[in-house]
């Protein structure tokens, strides 16, 4: 008996899960904003006003950072340019922040559009994987600082105490994930188990051997990988400046140990709830944890995450929209040709 069927309610399995944990997160967001004074919260927004503008900038200058460490993986010869990685980048954002898909579907919108505008599909798949890779330990690096800072406010908390347990299981398992990307084989191993995976990942038909080849060798370019991780760690201090240009629009004292505690600690808890879909009611449950250990109120943080809302979609709307046109006429992107 053909197990296609059981392959397609597996897939089924994939878009459902994302939906019901984005419903889910949304409830739960909502029912914060609405236990905690959703007035006082309208007014403390409405103290940004248009100086959530700023925002854009510094939006711009951390997606070009993160752009810039992941052409670093690319090989001579099979470069993208960083105009095309940076409008990539900004894609996978909006994709992962809008839409349910778990938090990968923005990986693969990524990978098929740079097959399509010149570099290998091997290569575009490896160079995702590897720089997703480098990005959770160089996260796991600033949520051990700001676990660090938190000290400084808390002392010895249950609240810390949980956050390094969850570093004591992340990192074995970030290993394990290396591991199996240079010893097991996986995408040939999938492969063989769905499909033509790749064909769906790339838009062209890829060998999964192929792809772990191009992977094992990225993994020896330990100067690569050791560039990527810098500007990666540079991307995610850029973060730490967004929240502080939020604190002060929102006239809250702003200083860099609060941005950079914020900054690290929120990303440490988006990035475990990677199934939310634009980690609806996470990023709001987070930011209320770690207010109260830092002396803002719940009114302060769910201001604070409104205003990164309204960032995201303000940001990632458009170019959401440009993405799917750009899809239906790909000569119209500006940005298609490699360099």
């Known amino acids: ?90 894609v996978r954002n909006a994709v992962n922040t809008l839409l349910p898909v778990a938090h990968v579907g923005g990986e693969v919108a990524a990978a098929r559009h740079l097959a399509k505008h010149g570099v290998p599909a091997p290569v575009a798949i490896a160079g995702i994987v590897v720089e997703t890779t480098v990005t959770i330990f160089v996260q796991m690096g600033y949520t051990i600082l700001g676990i660090g800072l938190l000290v400084s406010y808390m002392g010895d908390a249950p609240l810390i105490q949980r956050l390094l347990w969850g570093l004591v ?63 990666q760690a540079l991307s995610l201090a850029g973060g730490a400046g967004e929240f502080w240009v939020i604190l002060h629009l929102l006239h809250q004292h702003a200083s860099v140990r609060l941005a950079v505690l914020l900054e690290s600690l929120v990303q440490a808890i988006q990035s475990a709830a990677f199934m939310v879909p634009g980690t609806l009611g996470v990023q709001e449950g987070g930011l209320i944890a770690i207010g109260a250990a830092t002396g803002l109120s719940p009114e302060t943080a769910l201001a604070i995450s409104a205003v990164r809302r309204v960032r995201q979609v303000g940001i990632s709307l458009p170019v959401l929209l440009l993405w799917l046109r750009a899809g239906r006429a790909p000569s119209a992107d500006p940005h298609s040709r490699p360099g």
Request: hydrophobic residues 55%; glycine residues 8%; aromatic residues 10%.
């Open 169 to 231: 299981v992340a990192l074995p398992v970030g290993l394990a994930f290396v591991l199996v990307q240079r010893r097991s084989r996986p995408f040939a191993r999938l492969q063989r188990a769905l499909g033509r995976l790749n064909r769906k990942l790339a838009g062209e038909a890829t060998d999964g051997e192929t792809v772990d080849d191009a992977i094992m060798a990225l993994y020896r370019r330990a100067g690569a990988l050791a560039y990527c991780a810098l500007w």
């Open 1 to 90: 008996m053909s197990d296609a069927p059981r392959r397609a309610r597996g897939r089924a399995w994939l878009r459902v899960v994302p939906i019901v944990a984005g419903l889910a997160g949304f409830a739960g967001a909502a029912l914060l904003f609405a236990r905690h004074h959703p007035a006082r919260i309208l007014n403390l927004v409405a103290f940004a006003g248009f100086g959530m503008l700023w925002l854009v900038p510094v939006r711009i200058a951390v997606l070009t950072m993160n752009a810039q460490g992941w052409r670093a993986l690319f090989p001579r010869g099979q470069e993208a340019s960083l105009a095309l990685l940076t409008w990539l980048a900004f």
